[in-house]
C-alpha cells in the first residue's frame, strides 16, 4: 500500500505541473480546454439518462442521487483525457508561479481567459448537437430543463455562495489528485467530486453554464443575460473558494512542513 504523500510533495508536484501549464503554447491550451468542455458536457448528458428513467419509479429524489454519478463519469473523463476546466487552474498555475518574474502572471490571465470560454464553447457546440430532435431519449429534455430552472430560480447571494464553495471542492479535488500518481485514487477522487457537485448544484461555473445552455435548448424560458450574468458571478465565486479558501491554505500547509523538515533536519 502506498504511502499518503506530504503536503510539501503534493505543492513540489503542482509547481512542477504548473510550470510546464505556464509554458506550453495557446494552441495547447486551447485544445486541452476545448476537450473539458466536451467532458463536463458529456457528464451532464448523463445527469438526464440516468435520472429520467428512474423517477417514474423511485421519485425525482431517488433518481437525482443516481443521476449525480453521471457528472462523476464525467470528470473520470477528465482526469484520464487530462482536460482542463477552468477551475483545475487555480492551484496548480499558482504553484507554477513560485520563483517566477513577475510578468509570468501574463500566462495566468491566459489560463483564467482561455480557459473558460473554451470550456463553454465545447459545451455549446456538443448541446446544439444532442438537443437536435430525436438524438437523445425523450424525457432528457425534461430533467436537463428542470436543472436549469433550479438555478434561475436561485439568489444572487445564493449563487455566489455556492459558488464558493464549488471553487474550493474543485481546488481541493486538485490538490488531492496532483498529489496521487495511483489511478485508481485520482478517478475515485474525481467522481465523488462530480457527484457531489451534482447532488449539491452546485454552482460551478462550467458544469452550470453548460446546464443552463440545454435547459434554453429544451425550451426553458431564462434570458441570455441570466446565462452570461451567472457566468461571471460563478467565475468570481469560484476563484473567491478556490484561491482565497484553499489553495493559500494548501501552500501555507506545504511551506510550514517544509520549514519543520528543516528545523529537525538542522536538529
Not at 512542477?16 to 457528464?43: C, N, Q, S, Y
Not at 485508481?184 to 462550467?206: E, K, M, S, Y
Request: aromatic share 8%; proline share 3%; charged share 15%.
Amino acid at each position: 500500500m502506498s504511502e499518503v504523500p506530504s503536503p510539501e510533495e503534493i505543492f513540489e508536484k503542482s509547481r512542477e505541473e504548473g510550470e510546464r501549464r505556464l509554458t506550453r503554447p495557446l494552441l495547447e491550451l486551447l485544445a486541452t480546454a476545448l476537450a473539458a468542455g466536451f467532458d463536463i458536457a458529456a457528464g451532464v448528458i448523463l445527469i438526464a439518462l440516468l435520472s429520467s428513467p428512474l423517477e417514474h419509479h423511485f421519485g425525482k429524489e431517488a433518481a437525482s442521487v443516481v443521476g449525480a454519478l453521471g457528472l462523476g463519469i464525467g470528470f473520470v473523463f477528465l482526469i484520464v483525457g487530462r482536460g482542463e476546466l477552468f477551475t483545475e487552474n487555480f492551484l496548480v498555475p499558482l504553484a507554477g508561479l513560485h520563483g517566477k518574474p513577475r510578468n509570468a502572471w501574463w500566462k495566468i490571465v491566459e489560463l483564467w481567459t482561455v480557459s473558460p470560454v473554451a470550456n463553454v464553447l465545447a459545451g455549446l457546440v456538443i448541446a446544439c448537437i444532442v438537443t437536435t430532435h430525436g438524438v437523445l431519449p425523450t424525457g432528457t429534455g425534461r430533467v436537463l430543463t428542470g436543472l436549469a430552472q433550479k438555478t434561475h430560480a436561485s439568489g444572487t447571494l445564493t449563487l455566489f455562495m455556492s459558488a464558493v464553495f464549488a471553487g474550493a471542492l474543485m481546488t481541493a479535488m486538485t490538490w488531492f489528485v496532483e498529489g496521487h500518481d495511483s489511478v485508481g485514487i485520482r478517478l475515485t477522487v474525481a467522481w465523488v467530486t462530480g457527484a457531489f457537485l451534482a447532488l449539491g448544484h452546485l454552482n460551478h461555473v462550467i458544469v452550470e453554464t453548460i446546464e443552463l445552455i440545454f435547459g434554453i435548448r429544451y425550451g426553458a424560458h431564462i434570458p441570455w443575460s441570466f446565462v452570461v450574468g451567472n457566468f461571471f458571478l460563478a467565475a468570481a465565486g469560484n476563484l473567491v473558494g478556490g484561491v482565497g479558501l484553499i489553495t493559500l491554505n494548501r501552500f501555507t500547509q506545504a511551506k510550514a512542513g517544509s520549514g519543520g523538515g528543516a528545523e529537525k533536519a538542522s536538529a
